[in-house]
């Protein structure tokens, strides 16, 4: 099994819609992320936390809240889907906070809402 | 605040070509410095890091030196293979964890 795991890999959602992205890890880590990526933009955080009672914004926030469900689980939702949503969306965790540690990444999910 | 700029792609080149990928930071401090990698269809993956200045951080055949003076982590690979081909990020460390990513650079490598 991936050390990070992310369902869907892949959603088509309306406009309007509520949805839920999935986040697992099995690596043990404190620290959890969730970043969306766009063509051309990189990727930017949307939110993070570092334990299970921590939950903080990033840079792009809006529309989107969390929940840390336990330590292994970070969920990502939209509360009302929008067409600029439609992007890439990864988990990450880290062990933090040492500089150096680096984060791993789940595989992606794809969502597209029309 | 920090931030990362690295050449835009993409960058194409034949099998067995040099390649540069060029990265700089703005950051205060001494920031950890890192490539990811992602392939088509996957999540990024750590290729190599530096903590520290004139640190060279290596793998695959990749390799980057941090640069303090110049404020540079550029990616060189030395001979370059189609399973390359994948988009790169330069990313820093300066806060505790937290990472600040360059927009990416497509390499695209032809047989």
């Known amino acids: 099994d991936a050390d990070v795991t992310q369902t869907p890999r892949n959603r088509i959602t309306k406009t309007g819609k509520r949805i839920m992205l999935e986040c697992s890890q099995t690596?043990?880590?404190?620290?959890m992320y969730w970043y969306r990526q766009d063509p051309g933009l990189g990727l930017r955080l949307i939110y993070y936390?570092?334990?299970?009672?921590?939950?903080n914004k990033g840079e792009i926030s809006d529309g989107y809240s969390v929940s840390r469900q336990a330590q292994a689980k970070f969920s990502l939702s939209l509360e009302s889907a929008i067409p600029n949503q439609t992007a890439l969306y990864f988990c990450?965790?880290?062990?933090?906070?040492?500089?150096?540690?680096?984060?791993?990444f789940g595989s992606g999910t794809r969502l597209t809402v029309v | 605040g920090d931030s990362v700029t690295q050449m835009e792609g993409p960058v194409t080149l034949s099998e067995e070509a040099f390649l540069t990928i060029n990265c700089t930071y703005t950051?205060?401090?001494?920031?950890?410095l890192f490539w990811y990698v992602q392939y088509p269809g996957e999540g990024l993956q750590l290729l190599l890091k530096?903590?520290?200045?004139?640190d060279k951080g290596s793998n695959k055949g990749f390799e980057a030196t941090y640069r303090k003076e110049t404020t540079s982590f550029h990616l060189e690979k030395g001979s370059v293979q189609v399973s390359d081909s994948a988009v790169y990020f330069c990313?820093?460390?300066?806060?505790?964890?937290?990472?600040?990513f360059g927009g990416g650079t497509r390499l695209m490598v032809k047989p």
């Open positions: 990450a965790t880290s062990e933090g906070p040492h500089r150096a540690s680096g984060y791993t």
């Open positions: 690596k043990g880590h404190d620290r």
């Open positions: 936390s570092f334990d299970v009672k921590d939950i």
């Open positions: 950051a205060t401090g001494y920031p950890s």
């Open positions: 530096a903590t520290k200045a004139d």
């Open positions: 990313a820093l460390d300066n806060a505790g964890n937290m990472l600040t």
